[in-house]
């Protein structure tokens, strides 16, 4: 079935270095992405999202990058922290009856100090 | 977390009895929803509501029921519950169908 992954369950950084989390989709039609950070013992929060009108999106320490043409979502946070540490996972809005998004299983980020 | 409150945080029960996880919003939301999270699934849609009395089903529905009664409430019951059932529930909120989610703090469930 069509579902969004992440290509490497774990990361790991030094401080200050840039992270960049991958994440592949596989539904075509797709037209909305979103980025979430879960913290251990806390829900999923939301950090940034980009709809398929556009190839990048910046926030505050994070850029969000989409290839459309390989199916291909990326979330890159610049000089990144300790407090960076958490499982980091993409959703895609799957337009799909009875599912709202799609959610990938994540990538655990371990930023070392 | 803010504007979502699941209640209780923490629950241990025994096989066969009945559950009910709550979830109190203060944003005004048309779009509840319940997710569970478990390792090696990531998280999987129970049930969503897209207004009060209006529920349906998501991909893992059997063994829970839902109600919402007021905008702001969305109960997640489980009549009877089962090991398998031992995860972590996460209650969401969106404005729109398909829009990016808000999450609570999640409910730590225990079926022993």
């Known amino acids: 079935g069509e579902s969004v992954g992440l290509h490497l369950p774990t990361l790991s950084v030094q401080e200050g270095d840039n992270s960049i989390i991958n994440c592949a989709y596989s539904?075509?039609?797709?037209?909305?992405f979103i980025w979430y950070k879960q913290e251990s013992g806390k829900g999923p929060q939301f950090i940034i999202d980009i709809r398929s009108n556009m190839d990048k999106r910046q926030g505050q320490r994070v850029t969000v990058l989409l290839n459309k043409t390989v199916k291909h979502l990326s979330l890159q946070i610049a000089a990144t922290q300790p407090g960076d540490s958490a499982v980091y996972f993409c959703?895609?809005?799957?337009?799909?009856?009875?599912?709202?998004?799609?959610f990938g299983k994540g990538t655990t980020l371990s930023v070392s100090s | 977390d803010a504007g979502i409150t699941q209640s209780p945080r923490h629950k241990v029960t025994e096989t066969g009895t009945p559950v009910t996880l709550r979830c109190h919003q203060t944003?005004?939301?048309?779009?509840m929803y319940w997710y569970r999270q478990d390792p090696g699934h990531g998280l999987r849609l129970i049930h969503y509501?897209?207004?009060?009395?209006?529920?349906d089903k998501g991909e893992v529905s059997d063994g829970y029921s839902v109600s919402r009664s007021k905008t702001e409430d969305f109960l997640l019951t489980l009549e009877s519950a089962t090991s398998s059932q031992t995860s972590v529930y996460f209650c969401?909120?969106?404005?729109?169908?398909?829009?990016?989610?808000?999450f609570g703090s999640g409910t730590q469930l225990s079926v022993l």
């Open positions: 959703a895609e809005n799957s337009n799909q009856a009875g599912t709202a998004l799609i």
């Open positions: 944003e005004n939301h048309r779009y």
């Open positions: 509501s897209y207004g009060v009395k209006d529920t």
């Open positions: 969401a909120i969106s404005a729109g169908w398909g829009e990016k989610l808000f």
């Open positions: 539904n075509s039609a797709s037209d909305y």
